[in-house]
């Protein structure tokens, strides 16, 4: 099938569309339809740089960060959930992790959709870890925290001299990163397009470095999150990215800390 022929483009991005989102894709009747079948789908979901797992990553942090429609997150959970790409408990996590980063309030709009898709697909809630068990002595916790910081961003954290500094390596660091219900890598994707909806220089450049250097993303791969982050979050704001990306890029290269 080439997509030189745009019979053959449309018949691609109708069966990968229907792939993705767990139900085939209603017939387009607006060019805006048409651009997610025949580009969105057929161009960039089949593209080999990102697996499918981070690419649902991606666009369930995408959809849920940039006030996006409803029914393109629950197509996204619906796909990941049937297409065994993410688990339900995975979902949960995912729920948590975006709330640091994207604010509680956006967090809750995945924890709905989770909720939705799963009541319509008759699946049975697991049951989910504490987000801590028992009682723990405040200093244990704290270096918990600052040991986790360092696996996560590769490089020590500052002093917990305020009450925000304290939460990053109190609960940040020392108790959601080391959950055990989401892997680092899929962590790391979700951060990534959090920090990058912030348009906060430090935690974007910080972190897109921290993605190569602990390993968990590969050079191809960050050009790769620029493209799958622009569908979301649109061009100019992945234009912004791409330098940061390109920038980043070289200094992992040479081996220089991202400020440095």
Known sequence: MSLLDPADRSARGAAIGGQV???????????????????????????EGLDRRARYLVAIAGSSLTNGAAEHLDGYVRGALTGGELS???????????????????????????TRVAADLGLAEPAHPPIRAGAWD???RSEEGAAEFIHVMTFPGGPPA??????????????????PGLDQRSRRWLTLVGVCESAAETPIKSHIHAAMASGNCQPDEMQEFVLAYGIHAGWPKAS???????????????GLPWNG
């Open 21 to 47: 989102t767990g139900a085939p894709l209603p017939a387009p009747v607006t060019p805006y339809q048409e651009s997610w079948r025949d580009f969105i789908f057929a161009e960039v979901w089949s593209r």
């Open 88 to 114: 339900l408990s995975e979902l949960r996590e995912a729920a948590l992790h975006l709330s640091v980063y994207g604010g509680w309030t956006k967090g809750a709009e995945l924890d709905r959709a989770v």
């Open 138 to 140: 405040p200093a244990v």
């Open 162 to 179: 305020t009450p925000y500094l304290e939460a990053i390596r109190n609960f940040v660091f020392g108790e959601m990163w080391c959950r």
């Open 240 to 254: 912004v990215i791409q330098g940061v990306v390109f920038e980043m890029s070289k200094k992992f290269a040479a």
